[in-house]
């Protein structure tokens, strides 16, 4: 009788369970390899999990694997039991929770093969021959001037950044022998530390009191205000986790705050990270994911997917702006990337730093408990404290571009006295409001519940929530009359308005309008690091982590319209964003100013930002918090459905809401729904949910356990899908 092997694998489906196929080759197999399998009438790609001598079901009719696509496994055994964590806490189908660990481009059936960077030398020529080429070909000339300071060699990266056309010049080089290659499959060491900033006695104290704790699992958290010095400690721990042998993740929330952080690790440490965000191809994230899997790179810089970067002896994780809500993944597989990367880190034994001005309220809630170390910075290494912050009341101020009388005096004596402005209006496009004043027709999505916004450069009504597009009609499509109007204000009509008025005056506009990957970013900020005048304008791209010494006033337009959200939530974010926003201006050795448009200075939030510190605030939102039974002391699970018709949706989740209902200690929790979901129809679909909320963990894991293996029977298609959000950020 035949001997057969058994695997169980994972494959990226909405679906809640493994599948079994037959293994006959007699090769030995590993946990984490990628092979082809018979699927329906075609074929997918699956993570082989497990091996097993033994069946429940007859092994004639168990379908066998066509092939393995990977001659090495592409999940190590870390990455495998993190992402059976992941998928068991978030209750995420395992196959795509183990696919969302990998990179864009192995998430098909490509092959993983290990890529080698070719590293250029010098050879041992003639030096006359190499100074000709200074008169006779002056780019060949810098190329080999610039190997001749490197004994070791550049690799693609490093040549590209002395001439971006340098690969002719490499081959005429190397045609007359003058350079030549080999495969560079060794680590891309660390500079030798250059002059590094003096710490504060502040800085020191915290960097003496984390470095004995890098050897274990604890989570420390940086709460320190603007331009405190944080990224200077997390720079200082990076460099004693590299003298260990050891490697590092360091995420942040943005792709845009990747540019000047970019440069601070480059000077302090060369060559050696990898870099992978939304801005960059599949495989350019592959190979950042490959160079830092074989500790060719030493540091993975990225944001939120970078977490899943494998390594052999990774030491540290490092997290900035971890008040972030980028980092909370809200479609596809649901997780927040910062409560995935502690996990990781207490699996692995190792530390975790966590850094904002402004910190998460669940942070501080664990800071309360003890389960955090927290660290707190009080002073900036400049000699300038953060700017108050000055609130104008605009109630009866006639505007122009959005912006009082008031504020114009105070952007006006600042850009007289050399000083950059920055200017904050968290809303992009022209006008976000086109309408009839005959009919009062106003311009909507075809697709969504939302308005459509005014992008007069192109002279188009978007969708900001699925993209949809028309042109601007001439005339009223509902009564016919020929004048249409618009209303508000966005970055772009904010841009001109103040190009007008300042005309011998930059202005700067950040929006992802105008920014679409890293370096767009990068030339767009070029004015601001020059430290010569200039108005910078955006969204919130430009309200956390930047450092430009040279802003001396940050300005906020239209900071009301969070002031009566119906999330819970709405003063948290509103007051770290004004406060993040504040804190750019006063980082250089001029004092900065802060001002906040407002038709409500008395509201409660408005009169805090005025007389108490954040950590003041965050005291008092948390005592809210704790007495409406709010997270972070409440546990929010939200079913969410979409379907073509919202009545599809609705009934979804009852049936939902049924099979929770037989669990016998269902009552003892808080239910909301199941409704309709605040933006009803989005993309076409309409969105209901279903919310449940207790303070009691285990009794909400415990009503899960019991009803979830029904509700994973439910099925989840085009007609009517449905998922579930553990931790929900809202309700």
Not at 178 to 185: A, V
Not at 517 to 522: I, V
Not at 626 to 644: E, T
Request: charged share 25%; aromatic share 8%; with cysteine.
């Amino acid at each position: 009788m035949p001997q057969y092997r058994f695997a169980s694998f994972a494959i990226a489906l909405p679906l809640y369970r493994v599948f079994e196929y037959r293994i006959d080759e007699a090769a030995p197999v590993i946990a984490g390899t990628r092979y082809r399998l018979p699927f329906g009438q075609g074929t997918r790609s699956g993570i082989l999990l497990e091996v097993s001598d033994h069946s429940d079901f007859d092994a004639a009719k168990i379908k066998v694997v066509r092939e393995r696509i990977d001659l090495e496994p592409v999940l190590g055994g870390h990455m495998l039991a993190l992402a059976k964590w992941m998928s068991e806490y978030y209750l995420q189908p395992p196959g795509d929770v183990l696919f969302q660990c990998l990179p864009g481009y192995l998430r098909g059936a490509r092959a993983y093969q290990p890529l080698r960077v070719k590293r250029w030398r010098l050879l041992a020529a003639d030096a006359e021959a190499i100074s000709v080429l200074q008169r006779t070909s002056p780019r060949q000339f810098e190329i080999c001037q610039a190997l001749k300071c490197e004994p070791a060699g550049l690799t693609a990266v490093g040549l590209k950044r002395i001439n971006p056309g340098w690969h002719p010049v490499v081959k005429a080089l190397e045609g007359k022998h003058l350079i030549g290659w080999e495969w560079d499959d060794k680590p891309t060491p660390a500079v030798d530390a250059p002059v590094m900033p003096q710490l504060s006695a502040e800085q020191d104290a915290i960097v003496s009191a984390i470095e004995p704790r890098l050897q274990q699992f604890a989570v420390h958290l940086l709460d320190g205000i603007t331009g405190s010095g944080k990224t200077e400690i997390f720079l200082r721990l990076i460099r004693s986790c590299l003298e260990r042998g050891r490697q590092v993740i360091y995420l942040v929330p943005e792709i845009g705050l990747t540019n000047q952080l970019l440069e601070r690790v480059r000077q302090r440490f060369g060559e050696c990270f990898a870099i992978s965000h939304s801005g960059l191809t599949e495989y350019q994230r592959f190979q950042a994911w490959d160079r830092f899997r074989r500790a060719e790179a030493s540091i993975m810089l990225g944001t939120r997917s970078s977490l899943f970067s494998q390594c052999d002896d990774l030491g540290l994780i490092i997290i900035d702006e971890e008040h972030d809500h980028s980092y909370r993944q809200e479609d596809g597989v649901r997780y927040h990337a910062r409560d995935v990367a502690i996990k990781r880190a207490q699996m692995l034994d190792i530390p975790i730093v966590l850094g904002s001005a402004t910190p998460s309220l669940e942070s501080i809630a664990n800071c309360e408990r003890s389960t955090f170390f927290r660290y707190r910075m009080d002073h900036r290494p400049t000699r300038f404290d953060p700017p108050s912050i000055q609130l104008i009341d605009v109630r009866n101020s006639r505007f122009d571009f959005g912006c009082a009388a008031q504020t114009f005096a105070r952007i006006d004596a600042h850009l007289q006295d050399s000083g950059q402005v920055l200017v904050y209006l968290n809303r992009r496009g022209f006008a976000p409001i086109v309408m009839c004043h005959e009919c009062n027709w106003q311009a909507q999505c075809r697709n969504c519940d939302a308005r459509l916004t005014l992008h007069q450069s192109q002279q188009a009504l978007l969708c900001h929530h699925c993209g949809y597009s028309e042109a601007v009609p001439e005339a009223c499509p509902e009564c016919g009359h020929g004048e249409i109007k618009h209303y508000g204000i966005g970055t772009e009509q904010l841009q001109q308005g103040l190009t007008q008025r300042y005309p011998d005056t930059p202005v700067l506009r950040v929006d992802r309008d105008v920014i679409s990957s890293r370096e767009a970013l990068k030339s767009r900020l070029e004015q601001l690091q020059s430290g010569a005048p200039c108005i910078l304008i955006g969204t919130q791209m430009i309200a956390k982590g930047h450092d430009y010494p040279a802003i001396t006033l940050s300005v906020v337009l239209d900071a009301d319209q969070a002031l009566f959200s119906a999330s819970y939530r709405a003063s948290e974010r509103l007051t770290q964003t004004l406060l993040q926003v504040c804190g750019r201006s006063g980082r250089g050795d001029r004092a900065g100013e802060a001002i906040v448009q407002t038709r409500f200075p008395e509201h409660p939030l408005m009169q805090a930002l005025l007389r108490r510190s954040y950590r003041q605030i965050a005291d008092e939102l948390l005592q809210e918090r704790r007495l409406l039974g709010f997270p972070p002391y409440a546990r929010v699970v939200i079913f969410r459905s979409d379907a073509q018709e919202l009545q599809q949706a609705l009934s979804k989740l009852e049936t939902i809401k049924t099979l929770l209902q037989q669990s016998p200690r269902f009552q003892q929790l808080s239910t909301i729904g199941p409704i309709p979901a605040l933006m009803t129809r989005r993309i076409g679909r309409y969105r209901a949910q279903l919310s449940l909320l207790t303070t009691d963990h285990r009794l909400l894991r415990a009503v899960l356990a019991s009803a979830m293996p029904a509700i994973q029977e439910i099925p989840s298609t085009p007609r009517a899908s449905w998922n579930i959000d553990i931790d929900a950020y809202d309700l």
